[in-house]
């Protein structure tokens, strides 16, 4: 790898080190952030869901949650695109009712899964109750969900810097071993 593109993903991979460390001592732009990221991602899952209800509904028969599920997620999108700061202050209430209410759909959609056979159902099911467990706890303590958001992102922006920073140290070592096998090799 050149030492030009090493020295740039280092440079990437401290940046975002740094974007994550603002994360969490400014839970207030990342919200406004997440906010949009949320928005889009939402928006995209919802449309998508709603595809997967319609093509599915024949041999998965509560359809129905699916599709309340999906256009839950396209509502919430859109709110949080068209209203960023609204979406922000009302993010904590909003993530963790998706989360409480995907809980109790997972929940809900783990017997369709037992209906056809798939034995891992138990599964699904118990992370769906988790899931809206979750969620409930953090409806009841939204300060700490804000908290809590916030520092997850940054902990995520953080780990992936430092991904970027031990890759170019990964590939030093790569290719000193490289070098170390060509040189026996030529000696030979």
Same mark, same amino acid.
């Given at each position: 790898m050149k030492t030009s593109t090493k020295i740039w993903l280092c440079i990437a991979g401290l940046l975002l080190v740094i974007l994550g460390v603002i994360c969490i001592v400014r839970p207030d732009i990342t919200l406004i952030s997440a906010a949009w990221i949320i928005g889009l991602l939402t928006l995209v899952t919802g449309i998508v869901k709603l595809i997967f209800t319609f093509r599915?509904? !024949?041999f998965l028969p509560n359809s129905g949650t699916r599709a309340l599920s999906a256009l839950l997620d396209i509502f919430f999108g859109c709110f949080f695109l068209f209203n960023l700061f609204g979406a922000a202050l009302s993010l904590p209430v909003v993530f963790t009712l998706w989360v409480m209410i995907? +809980?109790?759909v997972i929940a809900v959609q783990s017997f369709d899964y037992k209906k056809v056979g #798939?034995?891992?159902?138990w599964v699904l099911l118990l992370l769906g109750i988790g899931g809206a467990a979750l969620g409930y706890y953090g409806l009841k303590n939204l300060d700490v969900a804000a908290g809590v958001l916030s520092t997850i =992102? +940054? =902990?995520g922006i953080i780990a992936d810097g430092l991904a970027y920073i031990l !890759?170019?140290?990964g590939v030093n070592r #790569?290719?000193?071993r490289i070098d170390k096998l060509g040189r =026996? =090799?030529?000696e030979q």
């Open positions: 599915t509904q !024949a995907e +809980g109790i #798939f034995p891992m159902w =992102i +940054g =902990i !890759a170019v140290v #790569f290719e000193k =026996i =090799i030529d």
